[in-house]
């Protein structure tokens, strides 16, 4: 069974930072495109960061670059999403999703998602 679990997400100071996990199970990230997105109350989803081991890409949207970094870890099957600089525009229920293909998913199309975490930042 495919599974996503996330975890990290919290309350924080503007300027703060946290960083959220995606643990994976049933099927390797290092196989597919594994990206963060991200939605607000009232707000479209936006697709945050994205990585793909097997292509070797990885990338980030205009609104945290610089401030946003992902990474996996094969040995733990985990991709981390570390987040500085954090923003009250930031506030969003953070899931994870998979799909084999980069392209799909960076157009919002996967096979798998998790079920997100809360992430509140206050100003």
């Known amino acids: 069974e495919v599974q996503f679990v996330e975890s990290g997400g919290g309350l924080v100071q503007a300027g703060g930072s946290l960083r959220l996990s995606c643990a994976a199970s049933?099927?390797?990230?290092?196989?597919?495109?594994i990206g963060w997105f991200r939605q607000a109350p009232g707000k479209e989803r936006e697709g945050v960061s994205y990585?793909?081991?097997?292509?070797?890409?990885?990338h980030s949207a205009d609104s945290v670059k610089g401030r946003f970094t992902i990474s996996s870890d094969n040995a733990k099957n985990t991709v981390y999403l570390q987040m500085n600089s954090l923003k009250p525009e930031d506030t969003a229920v953070y899931y994870c999703?998979?799909?084999?293909?980069?392209?799909?998913?960076?157009?919002?199309?996967?096979?798998?998602r998790g079920q997100g975490t809360q992430v509140t930042v206050s100003s």
């Open positions: 999703a998979a799909d084999d293909d980069l392209l799909r998913l960076r157009v919002g199309l996967y096979e798998y």
């Open positions: 049933g099927f390797t990230v290092d196989d597919y495109a």
């Open positions: 990585i793909s081991i097997k292509d070797g890409k990885s």
